[in-house]
């Protein structure tokens, strides 16, 4: 799991809004902000004064968390707070009663008069910085994709259209789609690039309908992409309005000649509750997997990962966690993160010995298979609790049952390859953020409840 420190957060947050938003209103309101804390998908932020704070709640709120989403996955939410006085904090600005900058010769003109640039249809989309075509590693596993990907983004809606990309969980997806999206904006092939994951497409559609908003606006957002990023497809399934509303965007999109990339965790004939006339039409263009990387592209990553946190990784720890994190990117990454992490906290150097120790827990030397199944999860909790699975996926909140639900989350985040969304469907048609809530409570737990960690270490020698 990549874990984002605030600070980082932030830095990427302010990178995106600086290209996006007019100069002195950046200067006044966004660079000042201090990063306080990310936590349970909190982002907590400081600024100078409660006028400030207001500001940038009102103007500024609703596309720190969008940005915050798009960059770490998950739903987000904002906190923005007054630097405590004395706090060697932001610069405080002055301001009149009315809550106006005042002449004061560091305070910019009025706000009035710093219209933000509203993300029109040429604003730049919102993309991870770090997805990029360059710190993307390439190895025998994603070349043919990487290439496609690379063409695509060369000549968006004349090499293959539609572009389909499939493959497991953490391998790479989202970020060669965001890096056809920088690359294409930044050389001008296009004006109009929207990336968006096929949950957010949903929400929209629904969001409109629910509440009577026009339609055209939500057209206007889809049908007049130039190239149209479309991620997560799969999410799709089942949702028969959205579907439909999204094949006559792709129609109109194709056929005015303009690209369309989408991703999937599976191939397009083996799509479940996919509508066959999208299907098919998946298939038009080209369709390119990525597969899991092997081991040397497991530790050239690695190697990528630790050059770009400046830090001289020994070869046999590299090795040491590519052996042992085998199919799955992001997991790779967050073990790294946290090695880094504690090394430098800790003023050690991360030895094998080092990794080992502080990696136990994520690393395969527990004895745990990483590939458990959902099933035998379920299995082993119900079993433990003494509760029928259909007592487990049902609404009862009875506490036995509630604590047996969020462990089965516990269990899944961390012994699967499952997506929140997904592990939400598999305990009973959850939403992710229950899944989230559920987890990290246990994680929490685990430390002081020894009920809890009896429970999870009984289980633990279940799934064995
Ligand atoms: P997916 O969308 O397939 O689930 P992501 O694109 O989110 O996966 O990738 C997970 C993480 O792993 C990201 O931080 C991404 O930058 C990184 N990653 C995946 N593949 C590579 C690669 N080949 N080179 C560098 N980083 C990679
Ligand atoms: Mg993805």
Same mark, same amino acid.
């Given at each position: ?48 004064? +409660? ?14 968390? +969008? ?263 992001? +997991? ?38 990483? +590939? ?93």
């Amino acid at each position: 799991m990549q874990t984002h420190s605030a600070t980082d957060l932030l830095e990427i947050i302010k990178q995106q809004l600086c290209e996006q938003t007019n100069r002195p209103k950046y200067e006044l309101l966004i660079r000042p902000l201090t990063a306080v804390s990310y936590d349970d998908n909190v982002l907590v932020v400081s600024a100078a004064n +409660e006028m400030n704070c207001k500001w940038v709640r009102e103007q500024f709120g609703e596309i720190i968390v +969008e940005l915050t989403e798009l960059i770490t996955g998950s739903r987000a939410s904002l906190e923005v707070i007054p630097a405590r006085a004395g706090e060697d904090g932001p610069a405080i600005h002055h301001f009149s009663d009315d809550g106006h900058p005042t002449g004061k010769p560091d305070a910019p003109g009025p706000v009035e008069e710093l219209e933000f640039r509203s993300r029109s249809q040429a604003a730049k989309p919102l993309l991870n910085p770090h997805y990029s075509f360059s710190e993307f590693v390439v190895g025998a596993n994603n070349q043919f994709c990487y290439s496609a990907c690379w063409q695509v983004a060369q000549r968006p809606g004349q090499s293959y259209n539609p572009m389909f990309i499939y493959g497991g969980v953490g391998l790479g997806k989202t970020h060669l789609m965001h890096a056809i999206g920088h690359e294409v904006w930044n050389n001008k092939r296009a004006d109009n690039v929207v990336y968006v994951t096929s949950e957010k497409f949903t929400n929209d559609f629904i969001e409109h309908v629910r509440t009577g908003k026009r339609m055209s606006e939500f057209h206007r957002r889809y049908r007049q992409a130039d190239v149209l990023l479309i991620d997560d497809i799969q999410f799709l399934s089942g949702k028969a309005e959205t579907q439909s509303e999204f094949f006559h965007t792709f129609m109109e999109l194709v056929e005015a000649g303009k690209q369309i990339i989408i991703s999937s965790d599976r191939p397009p004939r083996t799509l479940k509750g996919i509508e066959e006339r999208l299907i098919s039409r998946f298939g038009m263009g080209l369709v390119a997997d990525i597969a899991d990387p092997s081991l040397e592209t497991r530790v050239a990553i690695l190697r990528q990962k630790a050059s770009q946190e400046k830090v001289n990784l020994p070869d046999e720890v590299c090795y040491f966690i590519a052996d042992r994190v085998t199919s799955n990117v992001r +997991e790779l990454e967050g073990a790294l993160t946290r090695l880094l992490a504690f090394s430098d906290f800790s003023s050690s150097p991360p030895t094998i010995e080092f990794a080992a120790r502080v990696l136990a827990d994520i690393l395969d030397t527990s004895g745990i298979r990483r +590939e458990v199944s959902m099933r035998q999860i379920i299995n082993a909790v119900c079993e433990y609790f003494n509760i029928s699975d259909s007592l487990l996926l049902s609404s009862n909140r009875s506490k036995r049952v509630a604590q047996a639900r969020m462990i089965a989350m516990y269990f899944a985040r961390e012994f699967t390859n499952l997506t929140l969304s997904q592990i939400g469907t598999e305990l009973g048609n959850r939403d992710h953020s229950t899944v989230s809530h559920g987890a990290s409570k246990i994680t929490a737990e685990i430390v002081e409840d020894p009920y809890i960690e009896q429970a999870i270490s009984q289980i633990s020698r279940m799934l064995k």
